[in-house]
């Protein structure tokens, strides 16, 4: 992948996508192509289609996907298995029929077992079942993963497949009926925070433990990869490191300023109770995570302050 090359980045506008773009044009990539939902809506055969024959492009980042927290996933598992299908298979297959050189897909650490052994390794796909709460999303992800491997195996076409542990950052979703743990609570804590409320309540029971990788490690990982790496087997990205949902919710509170009081609802679903990623196989590559946890969170809340008048 040169600096001319031309480049396709799918989702731009989300989390990992807007990442991706960043880190693309900071590099000194110069050829991205990018289109909002409203030049192309990925779901629609033709239209995906006339794209790819019009723009061809050699090297195509797949980060556009319908993503969401534990309630939205378990509210709504149609929607999230059919527009993921869609836009997986109609990226993939132009792609292919129009000569793409190399397509990066961007799973997610759900597509692996929920009683998987931890830290995760790459070997433990389809070993198990999936969270019930995350299933319908997870079986399109794995399906993406495979047509992937497909295509490779069949036609030789170059892809690679990562799994990235819970994404965080800046362009986040912070709908508090959609979004992940993180920005949820950072949401709250910020409205907690502007009109005094005493409290702030949170799901679960805080003793799951979770993985969080900021937007600009992943977009750093897919970069290295996509430039040193042609293997279609998974491999994970995420820091190898692993924080309580207790400890991480006072980590917020903390970088908002809130000083009320946390209270849990231990009867909504705390979902796998633990998830962390080995990373000894993108290590071995010769890449590591860049952005401390603490530092990411503190610099995420301030992005949120200055943007969330702005946000959906």
Same mark, same amino acid.
């Given at each position: 992948?040169?600096?001319?090359?031309?480049?396709?980045?799918?989702?731009?506008?989300?989390?990992?996508?807007?990442?991706?773009?960043?880190?693309?044009?900071?590099?000194?990539?110069?050829?991205?192509?990018?289109?909002?939902?409203?030049?192309?809506?990925?779901?629609?055969?033709?239209?995906?289609?006339?794209?790819?024959?019009?723009?061809?492009?050699?090297?195509?980042?797949?980060?556009?996907?319908?993503?969401?927290? *534990?309630?939205?996933?378990?509210?709504?598992?149609?929607?999230?298995?059919?527009?993921?299908?869609?836009?997986? *298979?109609?990226?993939?297959?132009?792609?292919?029929?129009?000569?793409?050189?190399?397509?990066?897909?961007?799973?997610?650490?759900?597509?692996?077992?929920?009683?998987?052994?931890?830290?995760?390794?790459?070997?433990?796909?389809?070993?198990?079942?999936?969270?019930?709460?995350?299933?319908?999303?997870?079986?399109?992800? *794995?399906?993406? *993963?495979?047509? !992937?491997?497909?295509?490779?195996?069949?036609?030789?076409?170059?892809?690679?497949?990562?799994?990235?542990?819970?994404?965080?950052?800046?362009?986040?979703?912070?709908?508090?009926?959609?979004?992940?743990?993180?920005?949820?609570?950072?949401?709250?804590?910020?409205?907690?925070?502007?009109?005094?409320?005493?409290?702030?309540?949170?799901?679960?029971?805080?003793?799951?433990?979770?993985?969080?990788?900021?937007?600009?490690?992943?977009?750093?990982? !897919?970069?290295?990869?996509?430039?040193?790496?042609?293997?279609?087997?998974?491999?994970?990205?995420?820091?190898?490191?692993?924080?309580?949902?207790?400890?991480?919710?006072?980590?917020?509170?903390?970088?908002?300023?809130?000083?009320?009081?946390?209270?849990?609802?231990?009867?909504?679903?705390?979902?796998?109770?633990?998830?962390?990623?080995?990373?000894?196989?993108?290590?071995?590559?010769?890449?590591?995570?860049?952005?401390?946890?603490?530092?990411?969170?503190?610099?995420?809340?301030?992005?949120?302050?200055?943007?969330?008048?702005?946000?959906?």
């Amino acid at each position: 992948m040169d600096k001319n090359s031309k480049i396709y980045v799918a989702g731009h506008r989300g989390l990992a996508g807007s990442a991706i773009l960043r880190a693309l044009e900071k590099d000194g990539y110069t050829n991205i192509v990018t289109k909002t939902h409203s030049e192309l809506d990925l779901t629609i055969a033709e239209d995906v289609k006339e794209f790819f024959k019009q723009e061809k492009p050699e090297f195509v980042f797949v980060a556009a996907a319908k993503v969401g927290g *534990i309630g939205d996933n378990n509210n709504h598992p149609a929607e999230f298995i059919t527009k993921n299908l869609k836009i997986q *298979i109609n990226i993939i297959e132009n792609a292919y029929k129009n000569g793409v050189k190399k397509l990066l897909f961007l799973g997610s650490s759900c597509i692996y077992p929920k009683m998987a052994e931890q830290p995760i390794k790459e070997e433990y796909f389809m070993t198990g079942k999936l969270e019930p709460t995350s299933q319908a999303y997870a079986v399109a992800k *794995i399906a993406g *993963i495979m047509m !992937c491997q497909s295509y490779t195996k069949e036609y030789g076409m170059q892809t690679l497949n990562v799994m990235p542990a819970n994404l965080y950052g800046p362009n986040d979703n912070f709908d508090l009926e959609k979004s992940h743990v993180l920005p949820a609570l950072i949401r709250k804590f910020y409205e907690a925070k502007e009109k005094n409320l005493p409290e702030v309540v949170t799901w679960g029971t805080g003793s799951p433990k979770r993985e969080f990788l900021h937007a600009d490690d992943l977009a750093s990982a !897919c970069i290295f990869l996509m430039k040193n790496n042609s293997d279609s087997e998974i491999i994970n990205i995420g820091t190898g490191e692993e924080i309580s949902i207790f400890d991480l919710v006072n980590m917020v509170k903390n970088a908002v300023g809130y000083t009320g009081k946390v209270v849990w609802d231990s009867s909504k679903p705390d979902g796998t109770p633990r998830k962390v990623m080995d990373v000894s196989k993108l290590h071995s590559l010769g890449w590591k995570h860049q952005v401390n946890l603490k530092e990411g969170i503190e610099n995420t809340c301030k992005w949120y302050g200055e943007n969330k008048n702005n946000l959906r």
